[in-house]
């Protein structure tokens, strides 16, 4: 079992960044693939980015491509989010998951964090 915890979240002004974390303790994180996904009010959870067990590869929605860095030190049992120019959509509550393959689909992963809120002012 894998229980996941992000931090970093908070409120930052549109073209700002912010970087969440991912800590994980139970089991080493290396045999996962991680991902990260959102929710924004009223919308439904989706995919942001996904990087592979070694963090040889790394896949972004569109949205956020070119803005936004997945990365992972597997020494540290954690996974980063590193986001800049942000913008108002991006507010959401951010997820990070663990699972066996790069999916974009929440189903394909099996642990879930609670979520770290991320609001972003114009």
């Known amino acids: 079992q894998v229980q996941l915890v992000e931090s970093g979240g908070g409120l930052v002004q549109a073209g700002g960044s912010l970087r969440l974390s991912c800590a994980a303790s139970?089991?080493?994180?290396?045999?996962?693939?991680m991902a990260w996904f959102r929710q924004a009010p009223g919308k439904e959870r989706e995919f942001v980015a996904t990087?592979?067990?070694?963090?040889?590869?790394?896949y972004y929605a569109e949205a956020v491509k070119g803005r936004f860095t997945i990365s992972r030190d597997n020494a540290k049992n954690t996974v980063y989010l590193l986001m800049n120019s942000l913008k108002p959509e991006d507010t959401a509550v951010y997820y990070c998951?663990?699972?066996?393959?790069?999916?974009?689909?929440?189903?394909?992963?099996?642990?879930w964090g609670q979520g770290t809120q991320v609001t972003i002012s114009s």
């Open positions: 990087i592979s067990s070694g963090g040889e590869r790394t």
């Open positions: 998951a663990g699972g066996p393959a790069a999916r974009t689909r929440e189903g394909s992963y099996d642990y």
């Open positions: 139970g089991r080493t994180l290396s045999v996962y693939v």
